[in-house]
C-alpha cells in the first residue's frame, strides 16, 4: 500500500487519508471583528503560529493540522512555500497532492498552499484553508503552480 492512502476506492483510484480529514473542515471560515473561530486557531496551532486567530494567512496551518491528523508529519510552518521542500516532488500531480503556488502580488516569500483535486487548460482545482477566508473548493491559473509534492 502506498503511504498515505487507504485501501477503499476514490475517483481516478486511492484517495488519501488526508483528504477525508480535509473535506470535513469543509465550510470552516474566518469570523468577523473582535471575533475569532476557534478552529482555525487549532489549525495555527500546529505551526509557529500557536496562539494565534483567523485573521492571519492560514493555508499552511490548515494542511499541517490535516496531516498531524492522519498521523503524517508536516512542515510546522505557517509558510506556504515551506511545502516546497516538504516529502517528495512529483513530476505531475495526483489527486490530494500538496500544491504550492505564487501568491497573488509575487512576493518572493508568500504563497498559496492546497490539496490538488483536478486541472483543466487553464486551471489548478485545489481544496484547502484560507481560500476566500474559509476551507473550500478553489481555482487558480496554472501558472502559479511552483510544485507538487508528496509525503
Not at 30 to 47: D, H, L, M, S, V
Request: glycine letters at 10%; one cysteine or more; a negative charge.
Amino acid at each position: 500500500m502506498i503511504q498515505g492512502y487507504r485501501d477503499e476506492q476514490a475517483t481516478n483510484g486511492f484517495a488519501p487519508v488526508w483528504m477525508d480529514i480535509a473535506f470535513k473542515e469543509r465550510g470552516v471560515k474566518r469570523y468577523g471583528a473582535g471575533q475569532c473561530n476557534p478552529r482555525i486557531a487549532e489549525y495555527n496551532e500546529t505551526t509557529q503560529l500557536a496562539g494565534y486567530d483567523d485573521k492571519i494567512a492560514w493555508c499552511s496551518s490548515f494542511l499541517n493540522w490535516c496531516m498531524k491528523q492522519s498521523g503524517i508529519e508536516g512542515t510546522r510552518s505557517a509558510l506556504a512555500r515551506s511545502w516546497l521542500t516538504w516529502g517528495n516532488e512529483l513530476a505531475a500531480p495526483i489527486y490530494g497532492c500538496v500544491a504550492v503556488l505564487t501568491a497573488d502580488d509575487a512576493v518572493e516569500w508568500k504563497g498559496h498552499v492546497g490539496f490538488f483535486l483536478r486541472s483543466d487548460a487553464q486551471n489548478v482545482y485545489l481544496f484547502g484553508g484560507n481560500q476566500l477566508e474559509e476551507v473550500r473548493e478553489l481555482a487558480y491559473p496554472l501558472d502559479r503552480v511552483l510544485a507538487y509534492r508528496w509525503p
